[in-house]
Every structure is written in C-alpha cells, then in structure tokens.
C-alpha cells in the first residue's frame, strides 16, 4: 500500500512540476525575445523592476540576452592520427578581419612532444609559434596569436608539426589545413 501511494505522489509531483520547468526555459538564450516577458519571474506574476516594465512598454525586451559573440569561420585539414599515439587537426580561422591558426590534438604517446605552428598568408606573411604538447588522453589545441587579415581567407594555410623536442626532433606527424583532394581527381 505505502509504494502505491508513493508512485501516486511521484507522478503527480512530476505532472505538476512540468509547467514549472517551462517557466523556467523562459525565452531562448540567443537573445532574441519575442517580444513576451518569459521566464520564471513574470510566468508567476513577478515581473522585475519597473524600469523593466518601462522597457517592454516601449517594445523593448526587458533584459538583453548575452552578448551576440562574433562569427568565426574556419577551414580545416582532415584528422590525422600518427602510429605514434598522436592525433591532430588543423585548421585557419578567421573572424572579425582577424586571421589566426590553430591545431587541436591528442597525445597519447606517452611522452612530452614539442608543436611547431605555422600559418602562411599572402604576400609571404608568415606567423609561427611553438606549443608544448603534454602526454596524456586530454585534448589540447595549440594556436597562433591573431594577425589582421590580408587579402581573403583562400589565401591562407595552417600546418602544424608535432615532433619529440629534443636533438633528434624525429617527426611524429604533420596536419595540414589543407582540404582532402577529390577522389579520381
């Protein structure tokens, strides 16, 4: 008897709470608000301040969304995993008329490696950067500081090099931001 009463009182306490956790999705968090004042507060009749109230008189949204980040585009290599434990991909990124490169990977070799970074833009610009590569199943990313842009995105590549950092700097794998070529072609 006491477990059918307890299922009885878990279902109607999840039937209840239902409308509850929409109240609390409120508008989407894109900032984009329909005009409607949603979320928890105003869904149970407790509307902010009344500057808030002031706003959505005036065909404002109440509070803004987080801040719009800006658009960052990316072009990348395939994801290339060495015999030697390592994986990388890399990539060029551009946003906001800044050019960079960057490189994620996955050592699991079991030894410390060393990344050398390089993006080359037109006109023979030439950023490059050293990363220490920690042994470990973590992924990591190594990345290049960010340049202004010259000319279009096209116009630059990203490889990355990861070798063992010490006299004999013996090669393990190199990603490139290059697109696969076609099949047959």
Known sequence: ???????I????????????????????????????AGGLLSSLGLSGSSASGKARAAGRPAQP????????????????????????QTCVMVSEGDTW??????????RPLEAVLTVMGPAGRTTQIRCPVGAGDEPGLCETPKE?????????????EFAVPD????????????????NGG
């Open 65 to 88: 969304g987080p801040p719009e980040q800006p658009r960052t585009d990316s072009r990348c290599g395939p994801e290339l995993t060495s015999p030697h434990g390592l994986e990388a």
């Open 148 to 160: 202004a842009s010259v000319g279009t995105a096209n116009g630059y590549s990203a490889v990355a």
């Open 9 to 36: 009182g878990a279902g109607v306490l999840i039937i209840l709470s239902l409308p509850l956790a929409g109240a609390i999705a409120g508008p989407d968090f894109a900032g984009q608000d329909d005009g409607k």
């Open 101 to 110: 490169g960057r490189s994620y990977y996955r050592n699991t070799s079991g």
């Open 167 to 182: 006299d004999e700097g013996a090669l393990l794998l190199r990603s490139g931001s290059n697109a696969p070529a076609p």
């Open 1 to 7: 008897m006491n477990l059918r009463l307890i299922g």
